[in-house]
């Protein structure tokens, strides 16, 4: 069974987090939840993992992640989910393809590449832009859609093969939160599948 290590921050409100976790209870993902990190005590996530009795800690900035989940929790797959903290070359290394994040823009297969929205229109990569600055950034440039992308971490800065992506259109009206309470959703969702995905090799 596929065996996770989720990484968390106070970044987020770890709606991630719970979206896994409820497709593992709901039998939907095969696949357990080895041990959910967080870099701060006061992230929201680790008020789920308490209520659904899994195991966390929040690391010191000296831990050595990278031999923890190798050889403590023995994990098949990372998920960041709103992780702050940059990734060591070391852990892409030792977890090469393994290592799953989402981005809130559209990253393109290609380094010069575009990711064409549903209706044609280019996409916004978003590169190097945090969440809230990434919805405002899709409105300041009046995009006709915006849109996540799931992909596995790279050496290269918000790069890494492409697993799945999503789109949500944007509204005449749409505020930072009005917009990403939908894309929000979408982004749970594919998180799950693209988990369901990888875990049928695991059975």
């Given at each position: 069974?596929?065996?996770?290590?989720?990484?968390i921050?106070?970044a987020?409100s770890?709606?991630?987090?719970?979206?896994?976790?409820?497709?593992?209870?709901?039998?939907?993902?095969k696949?357990t939840?080895s041990?959910?990190?967080s870099?701060?005590e006061?992230?929201?996530g680790l008020?789920?993992?308490k209520?659904h009795?899994l195991?966390s800690l929040?690391a010191?900035k000296?831990?050595?992640?990278t031999?923890l989940l190798?050889?403590?929790?023995?994990?098949?797959y990372?998920?960041?989910?709103g992780?702050?903290?940059?990734?060591?070359?070391i852990?892409?290394d030792?977890?090469?393809n393994?290592i799953?994040n989402?981005h809130?823009?559209?990253?393109p297969?290609s380094m010069?590449?575009?990711?064409?929205?549903?209706d044609?229109t280019?996409?916004?990569?978003n590169?190097?832009k945090?969440?809230d600055q990434a919805i405002?950034?899709?409105l300041n440039?009046?995009?006709?859609?915006?849109g996540s992308?799931i992909?596995?971490?790279s050496k290269?800065?918000?790069?890494?093969p492409?697993?799945?992506r999503c789109?949500e259109?944007?509204n005449?009206?749409d505020?930072?939160d009005t917009?990403?309470?939908?894309?929000k959703k979408?982004?749970?969702?594919?998180?799950?599948?693209t988990?369901?995905?990888?875990?049928?090799?695991?059975l």
């Amino acid at each position: 069974m596929l065996k996770l290590a989720i990484l968390i921050s106070n970044a987020g409100s770890g709606t991630n987090l719970q979206a896994i976790i409820d497709a593992i209870e709901s039998k939907k993902l095969k696949a357990t939840i080895s041990v959910v990190i967080s870099s701060d005590e006061n992230a929201l996530g680790l008020e789920r993992t308490k209520k659904h009795y899994l195991p966390s800690l929040v690391a010191d900035k000296k831990e050595d992640l990278t031999r923890l989940l190798k050889k403590k929790y023995q994990v098949d797959y990372i998920v960041l989910a709103g992780w702050k903290r940059i990734i060591p070359d070391i852990m892409i290394d030792t977890f090469s393809n393994r290592i799953l994040n989402l981005h809130p823009g559209l990253i393109p297969d290609s380094m010069g590449g575009k990711v064409k929205n549903p209706d044609g229109t280019n996409g916004q990569w978003n590169r190097g832009k945090l969440t809230d600055q990434a919805i405002q950034n899709f409105l300041n440039n009046h995009a006709t859609y915006a849109g996540s992308t799931i992909h596995f971490l790279s050496k290269e800065f918000d790069f890494g093969p492409i697993l799945r992506r999503c789109f949500e259109k944007i509204n005449k009206n749409d505020t930072v939160d009005t917009l990403y309470s939908r894309l929000k959703k979408k982004e749970n969702q594919i998180y799950v599948e693209t988990l369901i995905q990888l875990s049928q090799s695991y059975l």
